[in-house]
């Protein structure tokens, strides 16, 4: 079991920098690929980024492709995501989720999720 909480929602202004967390609770952090989405309202679900076990793999969504970087701590059970450049668009719901095995794009596939944290960008 992975209870997942994220943090460091808000509202920014276009092109500003901004570093969502993910603290996981739990003695198998280690071995869950990671992964970020969103969805803004009246969309559906959107695949932001994904990151392996240990942190050697890592895929991002077009949308946010070269403008984001998602990492972890294993040491301290806790994944981040560095997102650049932000854009009106990027304004979401933004959910952390959890799955053994490795990464993918496909939410189906991920077996834990946390609550969300919102971040609202502005023009």
């Known amino acids: 079991q992975v209870h997942l909480v994220e943090s460091g929602g808000g509202l920014v202004h276009a092109g500003d920098s901004l570093r969502l967390s993910c603290a996981a609770s739990?003695?198998?952090?280690?071995?869950?690929?990671l992964g970020w989405f969103r969805q803004a309202p009246g969309k559906e679900r959107e695949f932001v980024a994904s990151?392996?076990?240990?942190?050697?793999?890592?895929d991002y969504g077009n949308s946010v492709r070269n403008r984001a970087t998602i990492s972890r701590d294993n040491n301290n059970n806790t994944m981040f995501l560095q997102m650049n450049s932000l854009k009106p668009e990027d304004t979401a719901m933004y959910y952390c989720?959890?799955?053994?095995?490795?990464?993918?794009?496909?939410?189906?596939?991920?077996?834990?999720w946390g609550q969300g944290t919102q971040v609202t960008v502005s023009s």
């Open positions: 989720a959890a799955k053994l095995g490795s990464i993918t794009s496909f939410e189906d596939q991920y077996e834990y």
């Open positions: 990151i392996s076990n240990f942190g050697s793999h890592t």
């Open positions: 739990g003695h198998t952090f280690r071995y869950h690929a």
